[in-house]
């Protein structure tokens, strides 16, 4: 490698690279279209709009009509994820041709020439829209703030929910002990159907947390002595949680906060922006992960905080085959503020205010040997016990693949190591993992939990995502 | 109390019901609410105290790769092409406008590997999962690989087939440039790594291949003795005549049928001029009848030891007579200027030109035309064929295969023919023509087939129909041909006389976009790739 570190900012504000706008797309399909109109082939009239760092993008797409499509990208749009428009009838969101457009837009000044002249009338009249949108829904200081009877109607609905989930977890607490005193080798045959019957009714009493860790009691499997053993400690963890719930009250605050979130009750984002004390750090993007679980993807985006070296943890999500807006590729630093949920172990965040556009900051930082990110899982279950694991930075780890017992990451150093988490099976991610250490040392991000380790991101030396 | 976690286990397993568990509930507590408290702590402190495991053996270092590594334009473009392998594929039909990326892998990483580059480690799981998809992409793949990724595939059984030969040197890094290294490998290696040792040495060192191969040559089995054999077609020269005139008493029938090719390819050979004889005493020139002398043709009456011994097989395919089929390998194995001095002619062409008696004709052009291919002689291959602007005789009668004759025809003259068929026949036949032309096409051919693309237009048929035509053009035609093909992209008016198919005209702007757009493509792969 040896090549600049840091992208070259031309005046007219930085062009994204490619694995950026990839990262936008919704699903597979959508890359793969995409990937296929980023070329000069069907684009005409495309340009590009530079307004210190914050621009857009727009061209007309040539497709099976007479019309061309109309494609237009605010690339800020509020809370930092892009805007996209097009006259396509996909419902996609962002469409493949959004998608072409900004490909070929990172190919340079060849590709779509950006200058200061106004985008034509039909993306200027989009973009002009979206900008007033954005001014009306900043934060309004003067703004009247929730009337008194709103704040009272919020109380008692809020009042109301807490009493369900504490008649949820009761019940919930009558049904585990009943599971223990009849013993879980008399459950063993039977247990599939009353769990999911229990999970429905902990989404009745408006407890979605207690209702998935139930659903993970029925996927417990294994055989004998196993499984029961597995059962055991999540029956127990869930016991603990319905305790915390029931007595609320004689918990420490941090810790009170923990058990509302694992129960289920989020908090709103805006809000904590609102109240909390924000975080301000150059944020280094450790990893971005998608999970679809069919209805939902929910993008997992880690930080690093150079200063604070705090990690935290953005969620997002989209619903019906749309990405989340919200799109960090790894190995960018953005000089933002993060608010933490309060949490006995905060790491889940929300972003704040930007100081500054994303700049790449491709080395990783500083980590430490395995048994340090063990120690780290371990110290934070002393503030949160229902934790599965906690991210760690390992540097120095040599992967061993052994796709019949399961890889590890062993110790440069020390003839010790830490197991993968068998749940990454064999997937493409580790082979990559694995090509790149090419049987050297390696610096690896990931989450080290009781099961193992998952590795997300290691750098080669440009970050490579797992 | 103290309890361990497995007394914990037993007793959940059994029921508090049943038995009274190790723990003792607070005040007002019941035994089961106890048991999970207790479990709670035990899980929580098993969490917290969870030590590193020993680790097993580490794999070996991975050899070093020396060449450098791609710019970071195609190293992106790299990743979008094998993201895009699980595509549509081609396949007749309406493909759109956007080039179709997984038909662009196979010149890209050609390319590449003529610029010597290596591939980026992390891309080195896709790119053997794309080769183990497609054969046809293996040879490439695996030579951009590199070392790296054949030792990534032992690791991995289901990359098992990047092991088996076929791709670059397994020498694994450790050039065999010492003879030491060399020999070892050829006596303790794998039969995939013998191999890829042997033609690596062959291309560096013909004679010194052959002389490792002789070294073990009586103990190898016969199916390696075949492998091994048909590697010194590379580079095959007199020298090695010797080696396979031995060769030919081998015990198996393939292996000797595999050296009689071989020598029967090396004009100045003993088994050749053996052919040559046998050849001429088959074959001579009428003069006796009034006009033209024609060539007559005696078949031989029997195929005994030695002609059996110099590879022709004696056993004829049902449905062949077995002194045509014995004549046939005659001559194709038979030098090919034999027969100028035979007839008394100065050219291929007059030879060719000869009447033939008694209906051998198509026996006898049949074979030269084989031998014409085998020899790669061009003015043989080019008098055979005849010119582009002849009928193309009817499916399935011919024994010409004009595919086959123009590869061994220059690759100018090979485009100029085709060129000229294509103008003259149109593009029905044009595929497995076009197919042997180098890419890029050379003019006048690449502007053939664009013209008549643009005439089956006209003619009003719809582009699927020619989506082979298509798709070759899109992988062949220059690079430099995307500005003069713009103006085809246009979207004409739909013609009102009613003539043409419905909608074609807005299909063939699309397959003509796409044509452009994956030209325009190629030419952007290119520079990409110079940096």
Same mark, same amino acid.
Not at chain 1, 221 to 232: K, V
Not at chain 1, 372 to 387: F, I, K, Q, T, V
Not at chain 2, 302 to 324: L, N
């Given at each position: 490698?040896?090549?600049?570190s840091?992208?070259?900012?031309?005046?007219?504000?930085e062009?994204?690279?490619?694995?950026?706008?990839?990262?936008?797309?919704?699903?597979?399909?959508?890359?793969?279209?995409g990937?296929?109109?980023g070329?000069?082939?069907?684009?005409s009239?495309?340009?590009?709009?530079?307004?210190?760092g914050a621009?857009a993008?727009?061209?007309?797409?040539?497709?099976?009509?007479s019309k061309?499509?109309?494609?237009?990208?605010?690339?800020?749009?509020?809370?930092?994820?892009?805007?996209?428009?097009?006259?396509?009838?996909?419902?996609?969101?962002?469409?493949?041709?959004a998608?072409?457009?900004?490909?070929?837009?990172?190919?340079?000044?060849?590709?779509?020439?950006?200058?200061?002249?106004?985008?034509?009338?039909?993306?200027?009249?989009?973009l002009?829209?979206?900008?007033?949108?954005e001014?009306?829904?900043?934060?309004?200081?003067?703004?009247?703030?929730?009337t008194?009877?709103?704040?009272?109607?919020?109380?008692?609905?809020?009042?109301?929910?807490a009493?369900?989930?504490?008649?949820?977890?009761?019940?919930?607490?009558?049904r585990?002990?009943?599971?223990?005193?009849?013993?879980?080798?008399?459950a063993?045959?039977?247990?599939?159907?009353?769990?999911?019957?229990?999970?429905a009714?902990?989404?009745?009493?408006q407890?979605?947390?207690?209702?998935?860790?139930?659903?993970?009691?029925?996927?417990?499997?294994?055989?004998?002595?196993?499984?029961?053993?597995?059962?055991?400690?999540e029956?127990?963890?869930l016991?603990?949680?319905?305790?915390?719930?029931l007595?609320?009250?004689?918990?420490?605050?941090?810790?009170?906060?923990?058990v509302?979130?694992?129960v289920?009750?989020t908090?709103d984002?805006a809000?904590?922006?609102?109240?909390a004390?924000?975080?301000?750090?150059?944020?280094?993007?450790?990893?971005?992960?998608?999970?679809?679980?069919?209805?939902?993807?929910?993008?997992k985006?880690?930080?690093?905080?150079?200063?604070?070296?705090r990690?935290?943890?953005l969620l997002?999500?989209?619903?019906?085959?749309r990405?989340?807006?919200?799109?960090?590729?790894t190995?960018?630093?953005?000089?933002a503020?993060?608010?933490?949920?309060?949490?006995?172990?905060?790491?889940?965040a929300?972003?704040?205010?930007?100081?500054?556009a994303?700049?790449?900051?491709?080395?990783?930082?500083?980590g430490?040997?395995?048994a340090?990110?063990?120690?780290?899982?371990?110290?934070?279950?002393?503030?949160?016990?229902?934790?599965e694991?906690?991210?760690?930075?390992?540097?120095?780890?040599?992967p061993?693949? /052994?796709?019949?017992?399961? #890889?590890? $990451? @062993?110790?440069?150093?020390? %003839? &010790?190591?830490?197991? +993968?988490?068998?749940? !990454? *099976? /064999?997937?493409?991610?580790? #082979?990559? $993992? @694995?090509?790149?250490?090419? %049987? &050297?040392?390696?610096? +690896?991000?990931?989450? !080290? *939990?009781?099961?193992?380790f998952?590795?997300?991101?290691?750098?080669?030396?440009e970050?490579?995502?797992? | 109390?103290?309890?361990?976690w497995?007394?914990?286990v037993?007793?959940?397993?059994?029921?508090?019901?049943?038995?009274?568990?190790?723990t003792?509930?607070?005040?007002?507590?019941?035994?089961?609410?106890?048991?999970?408290?207790?479990?709670?702590l035990?899980?929580?402190q098993?969490?917290a105290?969870?030590?590193?495991?020993?680790?097993?053996?580490?794999?070996?270092?991975?050899?070093?790769?020396?060449?450098?590594?791609?710019p970071?334009?195609?190293?992106?473009?790299?990743?979008?092409?094998?993201?895009?392998?699980?595509?549509?594929?081609?396949?007749?039909?309406?493909?759109?406008?956007?080039?179709?990326?997984?038909?662009?892998?196979?010149?890209?990483?050609?390319?590449?590997?003529?610029?010597?580059?290596?591939?980026?480690?992390?891309?080195?799981?896709a790119?053997?999962?794309?080769?183990?998809?497609?054969?046809?992409?293996?040879?490439?793949?695996?030579?951009?690989?590199?070392?790296?990724?054949?030792?990534?595939?032992?690791?991995?059984?289901?990359?098992?087939?990047?092991?088996?030969?076929?791709g670059?040197?397994?020498?694994?890094?450790?050039?065999?440039?010492?003879?030491?290294a060399?020999?070892?490998?050829?006596?303790?290696?794998?039969?995939?790594?013998?191999?890829a040792?042997?033609?690596?040495?062959?291309?560096?060192?013909p004679?010194?291949?052959?002389?490792l191969?002789?070294t073990?040559?009586?103990?190898e089995?016969?199916e390696?003795?075949?492998?091994f054999?048909?590697?010194l077609?590379e580079?095959?020269?007199?020298?090695d005549?010797?080696?396979?005139?031995?060769?030919?008493?081998?015990?198996?029938?393939?292996?000797?049928?595999?050296?009689?090719?071989?020598?029967?390819?090396?004009?100045?050979?003993?088994?050749?001029?053996?052919?040559?004889?046998?050849?001429?005493?088959?074959v001579?020139?009428?003069?006796?009848?009034?006009g033209?002398?024609?060539?007559?043709?005696?078949?031989?009456h029997?195929?005994?030891?030695?002609?059996?011994?110099?590879?022709?097989?004696?056993?004829?395919?049902?449905?062949?007579?077995?002194?045509?089929w014995?004549?046939?390998?005659l001559?194709?194995?038979?030098?090919?200027?034999?027969?100028?001095?035979?007839?008394?002619?100065?050219?291929?062409?007059?030879a060719?030109?000869?009447?033939?008696?008694?209906?051998?004709?198509?026996?006898?052009?049949?074979a030269w035309?084989?031998?014409?291919?085998?020899?790669r002689?061009?003015?043989?291959?080019?008098?055979?064929l005849?010119?582009?602007?002849s009928?193309?005789?009817?499916?399935?009668?011919?024994?010409?295969?004009?595919?086959?004759?123009?590869?061994?025809?220059?690759?100018?003259?090979?485009a100029?023919?085709?060129?000229?068929?294509?103008?003259?026949?149109?593009?029905?036949?044009?595929?497995?023509?076009?197919a042997?032309?180098?890419?890029?096409w050379?003019?006048?051919?690449?502007?053939?087939v664009?013209?008549?693309l643009?005439?089956a237009?006209d003619?009003?048929?719809?582009?699927?129909?020619?989506?082979?035509v298509?798709?070759?053009?899109?992988?062949?035609?220059?690079?430099?041909?995307?500005?003069?093909?713009?103006v085809?992209?246009?979207?004409?008016?739909?013609?009102?006389?009613?003539?043409?198919?419905?909608?074609?005209?807005g299909?063939?702007?699309?397959?003509?976009?796409?044509?452009?757009?994956?030209?325009?493509?190629?030419?952007t792969?290119?520079?990409?790739?110079?940096?």
């Open positions: 490698m040896g090549g600049p840091v992208v070259d900012m031309n005046p007219q504000g062009r994204w690279t490619a694995e950026q706008v990839l990262a936008l797309a919704p699903d597979v399909a959508s890359r793969k279209a990937a296929e109109l070329v000069p082939g069907p684009w009239a495309a340009g590009a709009r530079t307004e210190g621009g993008v727009w061209g007309e797409c040539a497709g099976s009509g061309p499509y109309r494609t237009v990208v605010d690339l800020s749009g509020p809370g930092g994820g892009p805007g996209f428009h097009c006259s396509c009838p996909s419902r996609k969101f962002p469409c493949k041709h998608l072409g457009l900004l490909l070929l837009w990172t190919e340079g000044e060849d590709a779509v020439r950006a200058s200061d002249a106004a985008p034509p009338g039909w993306a200027g009249e989009w002009e829209r979206r900008q007033r949108a001014r009306a829904t900043e934060p309004q200081p003067a703004a009247a703030g929730p008194a009877a709103d704040t009272e109607a919020a109380r008692r609905r809020s009042e109301r929910r009493q369900r989930i504490a008649a949820g977890a009761t019940e919930l607490e009558q585990l002990t009943d599971l223990l005193r009849g013993g879980l080798a008399a063993e045959g039977d247990a599939y159907g009353p769990w999911e019957e229990t999970a009714r902990m989404v009745d009493a407890a979605p947390g207690l209702a998935a860790r139930v659903r993970e009691l029925a996927s417990v499997t294994g055989s004998g002595a196993e499984r029961a053993a597995r059962l055991l400690e029956c127990a963890l016991h603990t949680l319905n305790q915390g719930y007595h609320l009250d004689r918990l420490p605050e941090a810790l009170a906060a923990t509302r979130t694992r289920g009750i908090s984002a809000t904590l922006l609102a109240s004390a924000p975080v301000r750090d150059l944020w280094l993007v450790l990893a971005q992960q998608d999970s679809d679980d069919g209805r939902l993807i929910t993008r985006i880690w930080l690093h905080g150079r200063n604070t070296g990690t935290a943890l997002s999500h989209g619903a019906g085959g990405a989340p807006e919200l799109s960090l590729p190995g960018l630093a953005l000089d503020d993060l608010a933490y949920y309060p949490a006995a172990r905060p790491l889940r929300a972003l704040g205010a930007r100081h500054a994303p700049a790449p900051s491709p080395a990783p930082p500083a430490g040997d395995v340090a990110a063990l120690r780290a899982y371990g110290e934070a279950l002393r503030d949160d016990p229902w934790l694991s906690w991210p760690a930075v390992v540097s120095a780890v040599t061993v693949p /052994d796709p019949e017992h399961g #890889w590890q $990451l @062993a110790d440069a150093y020390s %003839g &010790s190591a830490l197991p +993968v988490d068998p749940r !990454c *099976g /064999d997937r493409t991610g580790l #082979w990559r $993992l @694995a090509a790149i250490s090419g %049987g &050297s040392p390696v610096t +690896v991000f990931g989450e !080290c *939990g009781h099961r193992g998952t590795p997300l991101t290691t750098w080669a030396p970050p490579v995502a797992l | 109390m103290i309890s361990t497995d007394d914990l037993t007793a959940a397993l059994l029921g508090t019901g049943r038995r009274t568990p190790p003792r509930p607070r005040p007002g507590q019941d035994a089961a609410a106890a048991l999970l408290d207790a479990a709670a035990r899980t929580v098993r969490r105290g969870l030590l590193p495991v020993a680790a097993r053996d580490l794999p070996d270092a991975a050899p070093e790769d020396p060449r450098p590594s791609l970071p334009a195609a190293r992106r473009r790299l990743e979008l092409l094998l993201a895009d392998r699980t595509g549509s594929g081609g396949g007749a039909g309406r493909r759109g406008s956007a080039p179709d990326l997984v038909e662009l892998l196979p010149q890209w990483l050609a390319a590449a590997n003529s610029h010597g580059y290596r591939a980026p480690a992390a891309l080195l799981p790119l053997l999962d794309a080769a183990r998809a497609r054969t046809d992409l293996r040879p490439q793949a695996l030579a951009l690989a590199g070392p790296r990724a054949l030792w990534l595939a032992r690791l991995n059984p289901q990359w098992k087939y990047a092991l088996r030969g076929g670059p040197a397994p020498a694994a890094g450790t050039h065999p440039s010492d003879t030491e060399a020999q070892r490998v050829w006596q303790e290696g794998l039969f995939s790594e013998r191999v040792l042997l033609s690596s040495v062959r291309r560096r060192d004679a010194g291949a052959r002389e191969l002789a073990t040559w009586p103990t089995r016969a390696d003795r075949l492998m054999l048909d590697s077609r580079e095959l020269s007199p020298a005549e010797p080696f396979l005139e031995q060769a030919l008493s081998d015990r198996s029938r393939n292996v000797r049928a595999t050296a009689a090719e071989l020598l029967s390819t090396l004009p100045g050979s003993a088994l050749a001029a053996r052919m040559a004889e046998r050849a001429r005493s088959c001579g020139l009428d003069r006796t009848g009034d033209v002398p024609r060539i007559a043709v005696e078949a031989p029997e195929c005994d030891g030695g002609m059996q011994r110099d590879g022709i097989v004696a056993k004829p395919p049902s449905g062949r007579g077995e002194r045509s014995w004549l046939g390998q001559v194709e194995a038979t030098p090919l200027d034999t027969w100028c001095e035979r007839f008394g002619v100065t050219s291929a062409a007059e060719v030109a000869l009447p033939v008696a008694d209906g051998w004709q198509p026996d006898l052009h049949a035309c084989r031998a014409a291919v085998r020899q002689d061009a003015a043989w291959s080019r008098a055979l005849g010119p582009a602007t009928p193309p005789a009817p499916e399935g009668s011919s024994w010409r295969d004009p595919a086959k004759l123009l590869s061994a025809l220059p690759a100018a003259e090979r100029e023919w085709v060129a000229q068929f294509i103008a003259t026949h149109g593009l029905s036949e044009a595929f497995r023509l076009l042997v032309c180098a890419v890029p050379a003019e006048p051919l690449g502007r053939a664009v013209d008549a643009d005439i237009r003619a009003g048929s719809y582009p699927w129909s020619f989506s082979g298509m798709g070759l053009a899109e992988r062949c035609l220059d690079p430099a041909e995307a500005d003069r093909l713009e085809l992209t246009a979207l004409p008016d739909e013609p009102q006389d009613g003539t043409g198919a419905p909608g074609a005209v299909y063939w702007a699309e397959a003509f976009q796409r044509l452009v757009g994956t030209l325009r493509l190629r030419a792969m290119r520079a990409e790739l110079a940096g």
